[in-house]
């Protein structure tokens, strides 16, 4: 289907009216920013290249702008929404709108975070306008329990969005920056105008892809690695030798393990990769 001949998805003007009529008003301790640009959601969706039968998963997909045009590729689409207004909305809005696509819709009713199970088909993409105020941990954890994920690609605050992505010994790479490494690499896929959003956020947003990898060989299990990382960068002014000592049960140890880790006990955490960090863990593990 050309440009052309794509029907319109919804704009302002009809995402103020749904919203009225709905009685909805976005709320900040959902983190809800609607969008209200075609061209955005459309842009969001080709970068996530979702094609036909593809089953993807949307965190919050609010009055249904996102899912229209992930609906609009021929995707089977799972939308995971808090507010229960408007998750029994959006089957209507879709119904309205993408009549023939209805039936490749399903809604949860949940908060993102408990999901620990999905109805078949399995979700390979997760694709979505992620609220800012839980936005990493909806990442991860999707990750960490739906293995068939292969690629993301969320809008979040560009600030996330760039540590999310950022390299070893940037300014920004941290906590979020290595376990997003433990499971994908990561790459920031451009910028998005607060302008786009209703109501208008005080931030700008960014779009982060990611593609799952296997995580790094290591003798250490995932909840160690995440623990030795969560500790490296609690103080990051400290050295690891320091920083990691209540784990290791104190100084001398956490220099004895990150020496047979191969990391000098005076780095500080930023400096760190992924797989060095599970090769600290690993160290640990065998005192």
Do not use: C
Not at 41 to 65: C, F, N, Q, W
Not at 72 to 78: C, D, F, I, N, Y
Request: no cysteine; glycine share 6%; net charge positive.
């Amino acid at each position: 289907m050309t440009a052309a001949q794509q029907p319109p998805l919804l704009g302002p003007a009809q995402i103020r009216e749904l919203a009225q009529r709905l009685g909805v008003r976005p709320t900040k301790s959902w983190g809800q920013n609607f969008v209200v640009d075609a061209n955005t959601v459309r842009r969001i969706v080709r970068r996530a290249g979702v094609d036909a039968g593809d089953a993807v998963i949307e965190v919050g997909p609010g009055l249904g702008s996102l899912t229209l045009a992930l609906l609009e590729t021929g995707a089977e689409v799972t939308a995971v929404e808090i507010d229960p207004t408007l998750a029994e909305a959006l089957p209507q809005t879709v119904a309205q709108h993408a009549p023939d696509a209805a039936d490749r819709l399903r809604v949860i009713r949940r908060d993102a975070l408990d999901l620990r199970d999905l109805p078949d088909p399995q979700p390979v993409a997760l694709v979505a306008n992620l609220p800012y105020n839980v936005s990493v941990p909806v990442v991860l954890t999707l990750l960490e329990r739906f293995p068939t994920l292969r690629r993301v690609l969320v809008m979040v605050q560009l600030e996330v969005a760039e540590r999310l992505a950022a390299p070893p010994g940037s300014k920004v790479y941290g906590v979020p920056s290595v376990k997003a490494a433990w499971f994908a690499d990561a790459q920031l896929a451009g910028t998005v105008s607060r302008s786009v959003f209703w109501p208008v956020p005080n931030v700008d947003s960014g779009l982060v892809a990611m593609t799952r990898r296997e995580p790094p060989t290591t003798t250490a299990t995932r909840q160690q690695v995440f623990a030795v990382i969560d500790a490296a960068f609690a103080q990051r002014r400290k050295t690891l030798r320091a920083a990691l000592a209540g784990l290791a049960g104190g100084a001398p140890e956490a220099e004895a393990a990150l020496r047979r880790a191969g990391i000098d006990p005076a780095a500080r955490g930023e400096t760190l990769g992924v797989a060095q960090f599970a090769a600290v863990a690993a160290a640990l593990a065998q005192h």
